[in-house]
């Protein structure tokens, strides 16, 4: 199956690139309208095989197979559930990024190209404990205002309409997260780009298509 293949693959470079370790973290796509695969609990993100899955249903959570699902599987179907154009979700604790899931610094995507674009939309969530319906319900609530969901004190994710993009949006928050720390490690002020820049960007540059999602009131 492609979609296992991808996760094989998008597994190893979290895990190569650190920004995911061990067990920790969970990857998921949709294989069809209403099934989605997920990585099977307690599995090593490094050394996934096609075992390491289980297939579930998306609208009732039936899970098929003999691997138990990952215990973060609701806070997946959730999204999955809020958002039809999202086939592929990543929930991993890289480094920087968590950093800023432990503060209330605040992540800004008016910095380069790619950061305008992939960091334009950007929810947080409370602390709820992993695997908890808490944490579940958070996620869902928040999933049609965003494509990154920030959870306190736990890590993040990150979803989008296929794997490649999923990762470059991970690889993308990470990379910030990590340029705003060392800039003020170095005393580096880091100056942000006009808003009527970025408007302009996002809308008529033709990079990609700006990505229409309704305002959290």
């Known amino acids: 199956m492609r979609e296992i293949s991808q996760l094989i693959d998008v597994g190893k470079y979290l ?9 920790s973290g969970n990857v998921s796509a949709r294989t069809d309208k209403d099934t989605m695969i997920i990585t ?29 699902a990952s215990k973060e599987t609701p806070m997946h179907i959730g999204i999955y559930r809020q ?3 999202v086939n592929a979700i990543l929930h991993s604790s ?30 947080y969530v409370d602390y709820y404990h992993p695997g908890s319906m808490q944490l579940a319900d958070a996620v869902t609530e928040q999933a049609p205002y965003a494509n ?8 993040v994710v990150v979803y989008d309409k296929n794997v490649a993009e999923a990762l470059v949006r991970l690889e993308t928050l990470e990379i910030v997260c990590k340029m705003i720390l060392q800039a003020k490690a170095a005393g580096v002020q880091l100056t942000k780009i006009p808003d009527k ?9 033709g990079y990609r298509v700006r990505q229409k999602l309704p305002i959290l009131k």
Request: proline letters at 2%; aromatic letters at 10%.
């Open 15 to 23: 895990l190569t690139n650190q920004l995911a370790w061990g067990t």
């Open 40 to 68: 099977a609990s307690g599995t090593h993100m490094g050394n996934l095989s096609e075992s390491d899955f289980a297939h579930c249903k998306i609208s009732t959570g039936e899970v098929a197979g003999e691997k138990k």
């Open 83 to 85: 958002r039809d154009d």
């Open 94 to 123: 890289p480094f920087n990024t968590t950093i800023f899931a432990c503060s209330d610094t605040p992540i800004y995507s008016e910095l380069f190209v790619e950061s305008m674009y992939y960091l334009e939309h950007i929810a």
């Open 148 to 155: 990154i969901i920030i959870m306190r004190h736990h890590g």
């Open 197 to 205: 820049i970025v408007k302009s960007f996002l809308e008529d540059s």
